[in-house]
């Protein structure tokens, strides 16, 4: 077992199970819980937005945000912490009625450099774009290292393997904007009477949701036929 890991481990017993993490959650308190819900996360380094979906009527069930905020960790010990992070972080009573689970992943990391060459196929033209920074390269590997710690630690937790998509998978060449015109209604619906607007990363992990159960919700109601 690598040193690191065997640090994290102890770390965790001598917490008693408690990992250094933050839980800010906002429930529809209209709605009733039910079978079949989608969990989607965008993922970061420190910090990992959830939205909970319901396949039947496509609306929030919940946001939340789950945050390391032990900033004196070094990052291989917060990658590896968010394995434990579903066992030991606040208790969910929706994860009961989750089916399906989906976390983007980076697609690609634009090359590194000062500058770099690209061809618009259209004009034959070539044109210069700035290249990744050493950081930029650093952080993408980071999160992607995060997303599998805390992919095992979901699928430890809830027996549920969890779905990788890419960003230009979920929304294309969409820009924010449009991404989070689309979801306007549901989370319209959902902030009705609450004070605290969703953040950025949390509309995301609500548009990633509802992508996936626009486009899996058939699927779902085949199985629930085959299963009948």
Same mark, same amino acid.
């Not at 009527?57 to 939340?64: G, P």
């Not at 630690?153 to 890419?166: N, R």
């Not at 230009?168 to 959902?190: C, D, H, M, Y």
């Given at each position: 077992?690598?040193?690191?890991?065997?640090?994290?481990?102890?770390?965790?017993?001598?917490?008693?199970?408690?990992?250094?993490?933050?839980?800010?959650?906002?429930?529809?308190?209209?709605?009733?819980?039910?079978?079949?819900?989608?969990?989607?996360?965008?993922?970061?380094?420190?910090?990992?937005?959830?939205?909970?979906?319901?396949?039947?009527?496509?609306?929030?069930?919940?946001?939340?945000?789950?945050?390391?905020?032990?900033?004196?960790?070094?990052?291989?010990?917060?990658?590896?912490?968010?394995?434990?992070?579903?066992?030991?972080?606040?208790?969910?009573?929706?994860?009961?009625?989750?089916?399906?689970?989906?976390?983007?992943?980076?697609?690609?990391?634009?090359?590194?450099?000062?500058?770099?060459?690209?061809?618009?196929?259209?004009?034959?033209?070539?044109?210069?774009?700035?290249?990744?920074?050493?950081?930029?390269?650093?952080?993408?590997?980071?999160?992607?290292?995060?997303?599998?710690?805390?992919?095992?630690?979901? @699928?430890?937790? +809830?027996?549920?393997?969890?779905?990788? !998509?890419?960003?230009?998978?979920? *929304? /294309?060449? #969409?820009? @924010?904007?449009? +991404?989070?015109?689309?979801?306007?209604? !549901?989370?319209?619906?959902?902030? *009705? /009477?609450? #004070?605290?607007?969703?953040?950025?990363?949390?509309?995301?992990?609500?548009?990633?949701?509802?992508?996936?159960?626009?486009?899996?919700?058939?699927?779902?109601?085949?199985?629930?036929?085959?299963?009948?």
């Amino acid at each position: 077992m690598p040193l690191n890991h065997r640090i994290f481990l102890r770390a965790i017993e001598r917490a008693k199970g408690k990992v250094p993490i933050e839980v800010t959650r906002q429930p529809n308190d209209l709605f009733v819980s039910k079978p079949n819900l989608c969990l989607a996360i965008d993922p970061h380094l420190r910090s990992m937005a959830c939205a909970w979906i319901d396949y039947a009527s496509e609306k929030i069930v919940a946001v939340e945000t789950w945050k390391y905020v032990d900033k004196k960790a070094h990052w291989p010990v917060v990658a590896q912490g968010w394995w434990a992070i579903p066992s030991f972080a606040k208790p969910n009573s929706f994860m009961s009625a989750v089916t399906d689970i989906v976390i983007e992943f980076p697609d690609h990391i634009k090359p590194h450099g000062p500058s770099w060459s690209s061809l618009d196929l259209s004009s034959g033209i070539w044109s210069k774009k700035a290249g990744a920074s050493n950081k930029q390269v650093s952080d993408l590997c980071k999160v992607a290292l995060s997303i599998g710690y805390l992919s095992a630690g979901l @699928k430890q937790s +809830t027996g549920i393997q969890p779905v990788l !998509v890419e960003p230009r998978e979920w *929304k /294309g060449s #969409k820009s @924010k904007t449009q +991404t989070e015109g689309e979801i306007l209604p !549901v989370t319209k619906a959902f902030l *009705k /009477g609450k #004070k605290k607007a969703l953040t950025e990363h949390e509309l995301d992990s609500v548009a990633i949701g509802t992508w996936y159960v626009k486009k899996y919700k058939f699927d779902l109601t085949l199985k629930e036929a085959k299963d009948g």
